[in-house]
């Protein structure tokens, strides 16, 4: 009975400092395909913080259109080594296919976990201090405003209120649904088939 707690702490554990990590090297990612501010303060602590492990992979892969692959393969190992460690502490093994669909799932769900919360604290802070200039609402706004600008066309600010916000989480609730949980779905029946 006690080994299933170690195991519950050991998973939490897991999950906690993997989830950070890989939250980290992705907002990093994100912030620069934002082509956000990389001498903002908290932009410079990502980079210190992620540089160990992207350097020597950037020197193996290449980028690609602007896009640095060599971070994205750094989440997908991330994010597989989580899944592994996780399923090897609860004693039963993974197929490899599973495991690659699993951390794509992992992936994307990080994503829309970050742009869902990322946004709802950008709202929270545009009403408790609307014309703060604070490094980490520069960055939000850098991070969010790509997004928000393409809802803005969809949905444009009606009597001075802005909806775009609220449009995107809607958004990306739902693609939480109807494509997180498929794809989940598809990675555990290859785990298991």
């Known amino acids: ?17 993997f989830g950070l990590y890989t939250g980290a090297v992705m907002i990093r990612f994100l912030l620069a395909l934002a082509r956000a501010d990389f001498y903002n303060p908290i932009s410079q602590f990502l980079v210190k913080v992620t540089n160990p492990p992207l350097v020597p992979l950037r020197r193996l892969i290449p980028s690609l259109g602007g896009i640095d692959l060599a971070s994205v393969i750094l989440m997908l190992a991330l994010q597989a ?19 690659i669909v699993l951390s794509i799932g992992g992936l994307l769900s990080l994503l829309f976990q970050i742009y869902f919360f990322t946004i709802l604290i950008q709202v929270v802070l545009s009403w408790v201090a609307p014309s703060g200039h604070n490094p980490a609402i520069s960055l939000l706004y850098n991070l969010n405003e790509p997004l928000l600008r393409r809802a803005r066309r969809i949905l444009p600010a009606m009597h001075g ?5 609220i449009l995107i989480m809607i958004l990306l609730q739902l693609l939480t649904i109807i494509l997180i949980a498929p794809i989940n779905d598809l990675g555990m029946s290859l785990s298991s088939g």
Do not use: C
Not at 86 to 98: D, L, Q, R
């Open 81 to 99: 080594a989580e899944i592994m460690l996780i399923t090897a502490i609860k004693g039963f093994g993974i197929h490899p296919f599973g495991l």
């Open 1 to 17: 009975m006690g080994g299933s707690y170690a195991g519950n702490a050991g998973v939490f554990l897991i999950q906690t400092l």
């Open 161 to 165: 209120f802005d909806f775009s916000p």
